[in-house]
């Protein structure tokens, strides 16, 4: 039977239990559906349940409550050896006492594969991760590049309809990390097969994801594209993770669609923004989120809706960004400007003291939750 | 530059060192060499071949092998031949089945987690600190009240009554050698990652299959550095056979302190050099498959 999704969680719990004897929540009532061909990433910092979620997928651990399912199939306890997906682990764990060939053929060999059809197919992986001419070698003796792909090429030569990715990139160096992060997405695309893709890198995940569920105490915060992720934070723990943002503290005076105009105490004043949630109140203590590449800085003396005037605290270059932070009424923010012309001139700095005129503008003022 | 590189200390420690740990083999071995049969002093070694053996009091004059007078002497006694064979099938059969079962101990310490879990890991420490004497009186005193027992109760006569011999010596080895094999597999084990099991899994292979094929062989080493270990131990073993041994189950530990009660031949120095020779040649040999396994293969 096949399924509309790859692979779905329906209200999984897991519990471990602490070696203090508490009982905790490793993963907390989690649903996901993660569609067919999809690259799907689970991010959170470690402890947050993605890996968890992921073993649970590939048959490690069972779930304590709720159901795991593979392809419209409920998972149940069925081992890892009889579930139609295969895993890239973190450290590899590739077998030592094997050739980079053995290692391939393995699981070829699990499934009672012909010896001849077996060496094609190991042929054909280590092209497809530009391994050929390696096969005699002993994982010791490869990279650590080189040996993430033989993970891959081991996982994928059996033609999971799921590949699960355990943070297969987390001990490469950076400059690898970003070649593996594209070949990797171009080998999805190319196969057609879903990734399942585990990482503490935002940056890795909104680069590779098609969606990203952004994960924290065992529960699914934001499970949403990259662009609705970052532009669309759907509560303050997202926006928070994500990127960068700036808080402001204040309560909500009116709601229409689309809009809520917010009252701020430090500033005295109401600000537009745009409702991440459906259910606010009129009166409701709330915060905004804004980011600092999204807040301009505008001509001074400038009067209006969203403006208002800060003190310049310091201001930092950067290269391609110049980084200005600011006292706002007593409110830290910081602010981001492109680097857009030439700042060889000293005087196209901000400099400390320097009273800006800052514009807030309504759709990129994020009204959330305040929890 | 290493300060102690030159310090006529350091030179004296090994001086010192290798004097004690080898001197005393080498002039074993060279005794065993000796033209004197009473082998109190080095007389020089056997100067002759002869179709017989020449005596002069007690000093070999020739002999048809000549300065390995001795060591063909060895040959020819029936009762070193006996005890060198029991000694050998109880340190193979005791070492085979003490390195499965500390295998399999280990393996279960290792990943399970059970109520006398601490109970079991400190139970592996005890066969190891108790004097051995203790344990050899121990095991004599179990068998003797168990067999018996069992002897009454079954009305066993002749030669189905249950008596001490190879049987007990093998079985009390393997009681002493399983803590042995558990605590250097353990030690393997120390470092294993899980994730090379789930790998396999992963892959296919159901739990058989991955032990086999994964596990197995990469705990290789550690079972066989246990093996090892234990065999010596078994092989030069005398306290714990010296209480479980019974007739046809002499070993060549028991064997030479018998003939050292009596009087000390230079047959038991070359009985001495043979046993050396194949210990050492069973290491170098255990060393070189080890360099092998870890030299990448291209």
Sequence with gaps: MTSEFAV??????????????NELNAVDHVSMQIKNGEFFSMLGSSGCGKTTSLRMIAGFEWPT???????????????????????????????????????????????????????????????????????????????????????????????????????????????????????????????????????HDQEEALTMSDRIAVMSKGKVQ????????????????????????????????SLARDEAVVFVPALNAELRGMPMSSDFVNGEAVAISVRPEKIRIAENNAKGDGLFEAKVLTSVYIGSDTHVYV????????????????????????????????????????????? | MNPFKRSPFVIAAAVFVYTFLYAPILILILYSFNASRTNVTFDGFIPAFSERVEMDGSLVKASPCGPFHWYCDLAKNDDVIEAAGNTLTIAFTATLIATIIGTMAALALQRYDFKIKPFSQLSLYIPIVIPEIVMGIGILTLFS?????????????????LALGIGTVTVSHIAFMVPFVTLVVQARLQGFDKSFEEAAMDLGANEWTTFRRVTFPMILPGVLSGALLAFTLSLDDFVITFFTNGPGSTTLPIYVYGLLRRIITPQVNALSTVWILIVFIAVLLLQWLQSREAKPAH
């Design chain 1, 222 to 253: 934001q499970l949403a594209t990259p662009v609705e992720i970052y532009e669309r934070p759907s509560n303050k723990f997202v926006a928070d993770f994500i990127g960068e943002s700036n808080f402001l503290e204040g309560t909500i005076k």
């Design chain 1, 8 to 21: 779905e969680l329906r209200d999984v719990v897991k519990k471990f239990v602490t070696p203090e004897g």
């Design chain 2, 145 to 161: 009240q168990a067999f018996g027992w069992l002897n009454n109760a079954f009305n066993l006569t002749g030669d189905a009554r």
């Design chain 1, 327 to 371: 006292d706002m009424a007593g409110i830290r923010l910081k602010v981001m400007e492109q680097n857009r012309i030439s700042r060889l001139d000293p005087s196209s700095f901000y400099t400390k003291d320097q009273i800006i005129t800052l514009l807030f503008m309504p759709e990129n003022t994020l009204v959330l939750k305040k929890d």
């Design chain 1, 65 to 199: 409550e709720g159901e795991v399912y593979i392809e419209g199939r409920a998972m149940g306890h069925t081992p890892p050896f009889q579930r139609k997906v295969n895993t890239v682990f973190q450290s590899y764990a590739l077998f030592q006492h094997m050739t980079v060939a053995q290692n391939i053929a393995f699981g070829l060999e699990m499934e009672g594969v012909g010896e001849d059809e077996i060496k094609k197919r190991v042929g054909r992986a280590l092209e497809m991760v530009q391994l050929t001419g390696m096969e005699r070698r002993r994982p010791k003796q490869l990279s650590g590049g080189q040996q993430q792909r033989v993970a891959v090429a081991r996982a994928l030569v059996k033609t999971p309809s799921v590949l699960l990715l355990d943070e297969p990139l987390g001990a490469l160096d950076l400059k690898l990390r970003k070649e593996m992060q594209l070949e990797l997405k171009a080998l999805q695309q190319q196969l057609g097969i879903t990734f399942i893709y585990v990482t």
